[in-house]
């Protein structure tokens, strides 16, 4: 099994959905992230989660919210889906305090189309 | 703000000839830099971690030199196998963001 598990792998929804993506990680990290990605624009940070109790916005939150269910659990939602929220979705883990040194494993990813 | 420039967008090598690639960088304190490679359809994979100028890293035919501005990574006589793009990333020493570059298309033909 993926360290790092994303459902689902693509999904086409329509405008004004709700829709909720799911991760789950079994790195037992404290540190869960979800990134979205655009061609050309690299990784942007929508949310991000220290522990269960600890949600804090990235850069481009407007639009999604998250809920972190357990140490293990991270899901992203997004309320009333939009055509511009059509991405590559990745949930991250990393390992929190002084450790990390290896850097953020990633899930494989949700393509997310909205039409 | 923090911000990473990957250069060049697009790289296509022939097997055998090596090259680098560019990721220059602006960091309000650098806790490290971050190398990934991305396969279509796949998570970024985490290559190397960077903390400081004039470090090195290898794996294989990758090289990672870190300057106190940019980044280098070196393939050496690539091989098809080293198509992907790859992905420059930045964390500072204050705080939890984690900047990415725009990332590098490297495609390796026979």
């Known amino acids: ?115 | 703000e923090d911000q990473v420039t990957q250069s060049p967008e697009a790289l296509r090598l022939q097997e055998g000839e090596s090259s680098s690639l560019n990721c220059s960088y602006t960091v309000s304190g650098l806790r490290g830099l971050f190398w990934y490679r991305q396969d279509p359809g796949k998570g970024p994979e985490f290559l190397f971690t960077l903390y400081s100028a004039g470090e090195e890293k290898e794996k294989e035919r990758l090289k990672a030199t870190l300057t106190k501005k940019e980044s280098f990574l070196h393939i050496t006589a690539p091989k098809p196998e080293d198509s992907a793009t790859y992905l420059c990333a930045v964390a500072p020493a204050a705080g939890n963001k984690l900047t990415f570059g725009g990332g590098t298309r490297v495609l390796v033909k026979p």
Not at chain 1, 56 to 75: C, L, M, P, T, W
Not at chain 1, 95 to 108: D, H, K, V
Request: one cysteine or more.
């Open chain 1, 1 to 115: 099994d993926a360290d790092v598990t994303q459902t689902p792998r693509n999904r086409i929804t329509k405008t004004g959905k709700r829709i909720m993506l799911e991760c789950s990680q079994t790195k037992g990290h404290d540190r869960m992230y979800w990134y979205r990605q655009d061609p050309g624009l690299g990784l942007r940070l929508i949310y991000y989660s220290f522990d269960v109790k600890d949600i804090n916005k990235g850069e481009i939150s407007d639009g999604y919210s998250v809920s972190r269910q357990a140490q293990a659990k991270f899901s992203l939602s997004l309320e009333s889906a939009i055509p511009n929220q059509t991405a590559l979705y990745f949930c991250a883990t990393r390992e929190g305090g002084t450790g990390g040194a290896e850097g953020y494993t990633f899930g494989s990813g949700t393509r997310l189309t909205v039409v």
